[in-house]
């Protein structure tokens, strides 16, 4: 995977994790995990985390078969653009703290069903319901999280856009982790104002992927199909070699 998705992965991640901490916040924090032994504390809160992250992984795999199509049809830059626009549409859509999940109503029946299957996991302690829970809580109906997957088409194909959705998942999971050690301690007016802050950094990378797909020869911003072909044949190069070593 280039670098530049991996910033972008990982910056999408990061700008998600105030935006976690308001709507999954409660979630984690229902874990009913204690610091009585400090060991099993911290274990239980990662089971959890990489439950989540699991699942953004896998969704991440289903969307790359279209990224895939695309790829292989020489069709990438025109994918890269759409994810673009649909980044900036969905920060559109996000202005005023509501998430863009909220406005597609046809996803309440699911949501309703994970929610009850949620309540049961809750109420249990072993690490096989914490990872559960992460796992359903990943299903959860999230903007920030379509924004992550609209962006990780442009990756290149299902393990790309797995991997592309576990960084992201990884640039939440400091929120996440410290919200169930130190409890929820940003207030309401705050997480609103960051709410407000999201979107518009969801419009510059909508933008940056508007620049990516129309292949202006900008170094790392916007590169040329040459370029793109190049790194390309040198990655598939080095996993060549890796294979014969």
């Not at 699991?54 to 969307?63: E, H, I």
């Not at 609209?150 to 790309?160: K, M, N, T, V, Y």
Request: charged share 10%.
């Amino acid at each position: 995977m280039e670098i530049a998705l991996i910033i972008y992965a990982l910056s999408l991640g990061f700008a998600s994790g105030f935006h976690c901490i308001g709507m999954c916040g409660p979630i984690a924090l229902s874990l009913g995990l204690t610091k009585k032994q400090a060991a099993n504390f911290y274990i239980q809160n990662l089971t959890y985390q990489f439950g989540r992250i699991f699942t953004y992984a896998f969704l991440g795999a289903v969307l790359g078969i279209v990224g895939e199509a695309f790829h292989i049809s020489g069709f990438q830059n025109y994918l890269t653009i759409i994810a673009g626009i649909l980044l900036i549409l969905m920060a559109i859509f996000s202005f005023g703290g509501k998430d863009f999940a909220s406005k597609i109503p046809f996803l309440s029946k699911f949501l309703w069903s994970v929610k009850m299957n949620l309540g049961k996991y809750l109420q249990k302690p072993d690490y096989k319901s914490r990872f559960f829970t992460g796992i359903l809580n990943g299903f959860l109906p999230c903007g920030m999280v379509y924004m992550a997957l609209a962006a990780s088409l442009p990756a290149g194909g299902i393990w790309e856009s797995a991997v592309f959705m576990v960084i992201f998942g990884l640039g939440t999971l400091p929120f996440m982790f410290v919200v169930v050690v130190v409890g929820n301690l940003i207030t309401q007016n705050f997480r609103i104002k960051i709410l407000k802050i999201i979107p518009v950094l969801m419009i510059v990378l909508g933008g940056l992927f508007i620049l990516r797909g129309l292949e202006l020869g900008i170094p790392y911003i916007s590169p040329s199909a040459e370029t793109l072909k190049i790194h390309t044949e040198h990655e598939m190069q080095n996993m060549e070699d890796a294979t014969c070593h």
